[in-house]
């Protein structure tokens, strides 16, 4: 088979040009670059956009929300001082961190749970209803229950990250480490307190040995959350 032959078939390898795309697309982001990044995406700027004005892959951008730490924020100036962009002396300190954050308006923000998980105006108005409804119905205060869960991450993600100073939240997402979840759920007179349920990820933990019982109840799901399936179990 002729080169003019495969040529159509297999197609041209990438040329230099097509690597040096490649790599521009992929390339890292300093600190000031994703905070003037997320304030043109706060005031309504397309995402891709916001991509192809800096030539990088969309994707890329819409990840920009990853936490940023203090010690981030050290290790990528120290990163900059090796690369010849400040002098050797540098020691990227304390202070110098304070001063920067203070020159580029960036503050600490305690990282929220996923943005889509809750719908604060929605609950707010639920409220009334439910209140409404009690009262309505009559129900005794020795049936009206309430369930809350809290997650216990072993492995986790820093809950804080730097931000623009106009910011007021960082949203995040569920962790995705290795956790359990507890469910706690009692009536409002605390007269009844059902069993502590644990979520975890195994259907059967290693612990649990052959013929054990656990003092909770205990069930699992991919990521250890509450969903509506074990909800209404």
Not at 9 to 22: A, L, M
Request: charged share 30%; aromatic share 6%.
């Amino acid at each position: 088979m002729s080169e003019e032959t495969a040529t159509p078939i297999v197609g041209k390898g990438p040329t230099t040009n097509d690597k040096e795309n490649d790599k521009k697309k992929r390339r890292s982001l300093s600190i000031p670059e994703k905070i003037k990044i997320l304030d043109e995406i706060d005031n309504g700027v397309p995402v891709d956009v916001v991509a192809s004005d800096r030539q990088l892959h969309p994707g890329h951008v819409r990840n920009i929300t990853d936490i940023i730490t203090d010690a981030m924020l050290q290790a990528q100036a120290l990163e900059l001082r090796d690369d010849g962009l400040a002098p050797q002396a540098f020691k990227a300190s304390n202070g110098w961190v304070r001063n920067f954050k203070k020159r580029y308006q960036i503050k600490t923000l305690s990282v929220q749970g996923e943005k889509a998980a809750a719908d604060e105006p929605r609950a707010t108005e639920y409220i009334g209803e439910l209140m409404e409804f009690i009262e309505t119905e009559k129900y005794a205060l020795d049936d009206i229950y309430n369930m809350d869960e809290t997650g216990c991450c072993w492995k986790s993600l820093p809950k804080k990250t730097l931000a623009h100073a106009g910011e007021k939240r960082v949203d995040g997402g569920k962790v995705k480490k290795d956790r359990f979840t507890a469910v706690m759920c009692a009536n409002s007179t605390g007269t009844h307190r059902m069993r502590l349920m644990i979520i975890g990820k195994a259907k059967t933990p290693r612990c649990f040995k052959a013929g054990y019982t656990p003092p909770v109840i205990y069930t699992s799901q991919d990521n250890a959350w509450m969903t509506i399936d074990i909800f209404k179990e």
